[in-house]
């Protein structure tokens, strides 16, 4: 079975998402019930939903619309990891209230939309510090040149665990492994960051990309990280930019050929198990 750790939901009726406008093929309500009619047959028991970068003032009301729709009959809703802002003063007043909310199981601030000074800030990074101790995990959405600023994140607070979304964002359709592949094997030296395997036929070719333009980055973050340290996550509906949903769970068994059981199942499902508590 396969724990989704990304999932997107986007409700336009009920939330703003500003970033939208820009982005014409993902501007469209991609709901619960659209994802699950494709994710129920493959095998997907449990979803953790991702913050979507929506308007600052709906950042909560976000929370509270996931958890409502985990509570509809046979959801697979099993928490959400919420958008925050560490730059902010008032970070520490929501941290408290997200703790406070079993359904809230880590923060992510999507830092590759910012400036590249802003998670150098002495508040952002203070209250970064904020999270040790809380059991609260921090996703890292970066581009492969904010790679030391990552690292410096994650030096700060060496008893959080921290999230490296999508391979570390590479840029596949224009041949950056080299540019990408460094940064990776030295952030994966810090024990506390994991690596999530998602969203990579994103930033491939989207019309002509292949297996074998993949394998390379993929192979790649498995040697750095080890399937002690991997997560899978889909990115639906971004995902659909690439081929879908289906298209990637069948990619990723690919990639995975020649792997032992035991490393298919840590990677689609015990880490995220152990890492989130998850039933």
Not at 24 to 40: G, P, V
Not at 102 to 127: I, M, Q, T, W, Y
Not at 164 to 176: E, T, Y
Request: aromatic share 8%.
């Amino acid at each position: 079975m396969i724990i989704d750790t990304h999932l997107h939901l986007i409700y336009r009726d009920r939330l703003s998402y500003p970033w939208l406008k820009d982005v014409a093929a993902l501007d469209a309500d991609f709901t619960y019930e659209r994802y699950i009619q494709e994710a129920s047959r493959l095998g997907i028991s449990s979803v953790l939903h991702m913050e979507v970068d929506v308007a600052p003032d709906d950042i909560a009301a976000e929370t509270a619309m996931v958890e409502g729709l985990s509570r509809e009959p046979g959801s697979l809703l099993r928490g959400v990891i919420a958008s925050c802002r560490p730059e902010n003063p008032d970070f520490a007043a929501t941290l408290e209230a997200r703790r406070a909310n079993p359904f809230v199981k880590g923060f992510r601030r999507v830092l590759h939309v910012v400036p590249d000074d802003v998670s150098e800030g002495a508040l952002f990074r203070e209250n970064i510090k904020r999270l040790s101790g809380t059991g609260l995990t921090f996703d890292l959405c970066m581009l492969p040149h904010q790679i030391d600023k990552a690292k410096a994140l994650v030096d700060l607070a060496p008893d959080v665990t921290f999230i490296l979304d999508h391979c570390g964002v590479p840029d596949i359709k224009g041949h950056g492994y080299n540019a990408w592949k460094t940064g990776i094997t030295e952030i994966a030296m810090r024990d506390n960051i994991r690596v999530k395997i998602s969203g990579i036929p994103a930033y491939g070719d989207l019309d002509a990309w292949t297996l074998e333009d993949l394998k390379p980055y993929f192979d790649h973050v498995i040697s750095a990280f080890g399937f002690d340290r991997a997560i899978w996550g889909s990115d639906w509906p971004v995902c659909t930019l690439g081929g879908g949903l289906s298209t990637w769970v069948a990619t990723t068994q690919a990639l995975l050929h020649g792997c032992t059981t035991e490393e298919k199942d840590k990677l689609f499902s015990g880490n995220a198990k152990r890492l989130w508590q998850l039933g």
